[in-house]
C-alpha cells in the first residue's frame, strides 16, 4: 500500500493563494495518474486535477481551470496543487490520490483549506 501525505492546507483569505503538497511513499512515476479531489461538508467528493499517463497530461476541473496548476516533482515523490484567485466555495478538504498502471487507487488523509471572504 502507498502511503500519500497532503500538506500545505490552512486558512486564506479570498483572493489569496496557496499550495498543497503531496508526499508519496514510492516513485510518483510509478502512478499511471496522480491528482487531487477535494470534499466541501455536506457534498460529494469532486475531482479537482489530474497529472495523467507518461506524460503527465493535466486534467482540471471546470472550477479549477485557469485558477489552480497541477505539478509533479519525480525527484521528491511530490505532487503539488498551487491555487491562486481562491474562492469560499474553494473550501473543503482536498484529497490526493494516486493510481497506480495496476491494481486500486491510494488516497491520503486529506488537508483542510479555508478560504474566508
Known amino acids: 500500500q502507498v502511503h500519500l501525505v497532503e500538506s500545505g492546507g490552512g486558512l486564506v483569505q479570498a483572493g489569496g493563494s496557496l499550495k498543497l503538497s503531496c508526499a508519496a511513499s514510492?516513485?510518483?512515476?510509478?502512478?499511471?495518474?496522480m491528482g487531487w479531489f477535494r470534499q466541501a461538508p455536506g457534498k460529494e467528493r469532486e475531482f479537482v486535477a489530474a497529472?495523467?499517463?507518461?506524460?503527465?497530461?493535466?486534467l482540471y476541473a471546470e472550477s479549477a481551470e485557469g485558477r489552480f496548476t497541477i505539478s509533479g516533482d519525480n525527484a521528491k515523490n511530490t505532487v503539488y496543487l498551487q491555487m491562486n484567485s481562491v474562492k469560499p466555495e474553494d473550501t473543503a478538504k482536498y484529497y490526493c490520490?494516486?493510481?497506480?498502471?495496476?491494481?486500486?487507487?491510494?488516497w491520503g488523509q486529506g488537508t483542510q483549506v479555508t478560504v474566508s471572504s
Open positions: 514510492e516513485r510518483t512515476f510509478s502512478f499511471h495518474t
Open positions: 490520490y494516486g493510481d497506480p498502471p495496476i491494481g486500486g487507487r491510494s
Open positions: 497529472l495523467e499517463g507518461p506524460g503527465h497530461r493535466t
